[in-house]
């Protein structure tokens, strides 16, 4: 796609900001289940922002899961909307999308780690500081990747007469 064109919201970009938040989870999970908080504590973390981080036993429970995942998936989506549409415009390419993308959740992590972890939800410090980065590393490459195939490929099928 040519730089002069003007980008319109393209709804595939919320499967993109669903898709790398899952890639983003999935590895933040296993990160913490090797390192021996448990698989369920980044979820249950997220969830202890409504207890003021009081519930952060990492074991698995049903209703904090689900919110945990809710609000993971919710800001991953609004991020990645918010990349596709304003940040992206900085980068062409595939490489550079995804240089671009991890530059962007690099920065999501120091602002979060730094700034709003500690004011709104303190039991997300208990993670692993070093996996947490890399995973935000991971979800800024799949957003990057996304939105290169959400440009590079037409929405909807183009029928060619034969």
Known sequence: MSQSKVRRFDPRI???GLVAGMGFGMMEMVIEAVVGRGFWAPLRFIASVFTL?????????????VVGLMGHMMNSVILGV????V?????????????????YA????AVMWFLLLPLIDPAM??????GFFISHLMYGLLLGLGTWLV????????????
């Open 87 to 103: 940040i992206s415009r900085i980068a062409s390419g595939v490489v550079g999308l995804a240089l671009t993308g991890m530059a």
């Open 151 to 162: 440009r590079e490929r037409p929405a909807g099928r183009q029928l060619v007469a034969v």
């Open 82 to 85: 918010l990349f596709a549409l």
């Open 14 to 16: 919320l499967i993109v």
């Open 125 to 130: 410090l208990r993670l692993n500081g070093p």
């Open 106 to 109: 690099a920065a999501i992590f």
């Open 53 to 65: 981080g009081k519930d952060t036993d990492p074991s698995f429970s049903f209703l904090p899961v």
